[in-house]
């Protein structure tokens, strides 16, 4: 809590304020009851149930004032004359289990510039200037009261001009013989003014705000009652509803009609009423007080990204957390993280390949959300569209360095596999089948096999035992899953002691199966070599058997979706995007170098300031335009920023440049603390006092990988791709895995005589495994060798993916078919290779029996430390976008208290 005495201006009883000689006209204006109800919930809703406030009735009162003289303790002596239009909603107001009728006061403006300071801090009330306001003694069609305010009909980035806001006027006879006003409900027993008085002398209820010091959101919101006194009321006269007239004009900027529900053109009262009275308003007390909970968010990669995006994706969230993200260098995305490179075409530079697969279903659903969030026109921004950033496919290829496979899946609806069946559906079929004999499976192996040896026949080599391998791997796993099934005391989680290879021995594979790409391929997907050996592959079972059921069966359309520009484009930039619109404090170099748990609470982090902003900046603006694409910079923008050493490279564990320093406490800058750093970042940073399942994530076993991209005269299908593919898996070590990047092409900027043709490639790096990335020598080593190594292989292996491609009479691909700028001495030269050796970049392994050392994303132990990213134990438990949003998701829903609806749990394949 926020000691409200500590807030500038703010005070803990503010003094009464006297208006006397107040000539007031009094008109009920009709509204629907639903949006009066929906604007006291905005307004109240925060509160519940501390204070349940309704709206009564079917209208609200626009009272017209003329005050001639307004007095007040403070902040000034003496008195002024000023005049005001003001909406008062009648409202119950439910606490302790008593129940009180008050006014909400939604919008009030009056012409005085001291009644708007005195109306918005003491009394909370949602006072704004009127530019003008025209209150006759007999208001009349030649002669209206009128209200004018400086406001906007539409949206459209045109400078606000002064506009009429509402007219009252009345035509002949308007005043009745009779004071009767039956629908004010007034107490018939009491004399009309006596009654009138009472009817107004009631609290007055209105949430107070102090907002954040970006403006962006409220800090600490309360829920304000004073009570309002009428100490004399005389002159008081009923008017003829009917002789009535009100006009509420329609204002973008003033949205009265949303807010009040009137019917659009001229109103007419329901009553009205002039009187002159003299009132107060008493000692302000606060009914509820809510701070929202600030939550520090550690990391800026998809894990760190998603929690934010979770805690905020709704106004009741918004006004519930205040978020910060605290994110090291100039851009977001960690291991997902893509730039351009101005000095070479604008080109994108990934730091490895990038595909979603299309069981990642809360990953899909929440970039959904973000493109039909974010605010990007098509045609004039790219990607603008969901459809744009991602394209589906359902083709893949398996190679075993000599011949290739291509498949092609089935096409699912969308939204087909969102709510995969679990693991008991899967025994109830699997139990039907058995029942019909054990020859199932063989079967079924012997149906496939003859279905995949006649699939794409002119695309196999005659030489090729792919097809039959591929048969044999389906009949394999089968016969694992019923063995799995038919046991109703086992799940998934008892394969993972166990080697994905073992497995498959044990249920009859091949030596052949277990040494060929399609088996492989699980492996290089996740770049299970432990060390990076590739004489080590490890891979946990039960995993590998849970992935590759939801690839093959489980996926929402299309078995993976391609990116149409980079995957900082993709997602990373609309993501930005949306947090700031939502509010959300991102603060960009950022490098988190502490983080102490002490008595299971996160206690203090401490963060250093990789660099100052430069004189007159007042926020680091990270993207920039190339084309029609919002992208990040492949350098920060030195222009931005003060104290940046030149070349700084502000991912490096090698440097450790720091401008300025800063700590944040428990209870003082954050209540939670949602740790979205890398594993290895995480064991170097943790400090605790002796907590196992904390000391555990350092022994979380991590991978270096490289990233290869190559650029061609011609296109890939014109050096003889695999036919109908856009990704070859099972590969020669280390580049196993390739992709086809042609139609990215298009978002670079080469000149004349452009590229064609663009291959990515990357896979696990064994040299680097033991290097200390924080010994800068040693690192340019490893990566000037690993430059070498991959070009060099790009040379000698890609003319088996590429063979028109390949110098006359040999193997190896041909110098000729790399582009290169003119005048470039080498065309190897221009090609990109990025070698993943900091902390941050390193992969997560899934070997087998490691889950036991990674934490749950939420623990009671520990209540105010929560972890999001790919590393926790999550349910999807595979290192990928899909588990760093699960993760986050499930932290989320702890804060929150909500149900989240996440698509995949440990239960469910």
Known sequence: MIPRSALPGSLDLPPPYLLEGVRTLLLAVPCAPDALQGTVARAFG????????????????????????????????????????????????????????????????????????????????????????????????DDPARVEVLGAQVFDGSPWRVQPLLTVSAGSAPWLPSVLLPDLALDASLPLEEALSRFLSVPLYQRREVPTPDGAAAALRELVRCRATVLSLQGLQAGDPTSWTVTVESLASDPLHAMLGLAAGPLTPLAVARFTMDFRLGEGAVVASHRRSRVLVLGGGMGGLAAALALTDTPSRRERFEVTVLAQGHRLGGKGASWRNPDAGDRIEEHGIHVIFGFYHNFLRLLRGVFNEVR???????????????????????????????????????????????????????????????????????????????????????????????????????????????????SFDDLDPLDFRAWLRQHGASDALLEGPIVQVPYDAVFAYQGGDFTQPRLAAGLAVRGLLRLAIFYDEAVYHVMNAGMGECVFAPVYEVLKARGVRVELLRRVTSLELRGGRARRVRVQRQALLAPGVAEYQPLVRVGTTPCWTRKPDASQLAGLPAGANLYADSEHASAAEDEYIDGEHFDHVVCALPAPVTARVLTHDGVTELARISRIATVATVQVQTWHTRSTAQLGWVPGSLAVGGFRQPLNTFVVGDRLLAQEHFGPNPPAGLLYACGPWPAAWALDPSDAVARVQEETYARSQCLRFVVDELGVVLPRGRSAGLAALSRGAFWAPPATPDPLEFQYVRLNIDRSDRYVLALPGALVDRPRPTNPARPNLHFAGDWTRNGVDIPCMEGAVVSALQVAEHLTGEDLDLLATKDWI
């Open 46 to 141: 925060w509160a519940l149930p501390a204070a349940e406030v309704r709206a009564l009735g079917a209208f609200a009162l626009l009272a017209l004032t003329d005050v001639s003289r307004a007095s007040c303790a403070l902040p000034t002596r003496g008195s002024e004359r000023y005049r005001e239009a003001s909406w008062f909603l009648p409202v119950t107001c439910t606490e302790g289990g008593r129940t009180t009728v008050g006014f909400h006061v939604p919008a009030l403006y009056p012409d005085s510039a001291v009644a708007v300071c005195l109306g918005r801090e003491f009394f909370g009330l949602p006072k704004k200037p009127a530019h003008a306001i025209a209150f006759p003694e007999e208001p009349s069609p």
């Open 376 to 490: 990007r026109e098509p045609g004039k921004d790219f990607p603008a569209t969901f459809e744009e950033a991602f394209s589906a496919r359902w083709d893949l290829a398996f190679a075993d360095g000599r011949h290739a496979l291509p498949l092609r899946l089935a096409r699912s609806a969308p939204g087909w596999g969102a709510r995969p069946p679990g693991l008991a559906d899967l025994k109830a079929v699997v139990g039907a089948l058995v029942d019909k004999g054990s020859g199932v499976a063989a079967g079924l192996g012997h149906v496939l096999k003859g279905a995949l040896s006649a699939l794409l026949p002119d695309a196999l080599h005659p030489e090729s035992t792919l097809a039959e391998q591929l048969a044999e791997f389906v009949v394999v796993f089968a016969r694992g899953i019923l063995a799995l099934a038919v046991d109703l005391t086992r």
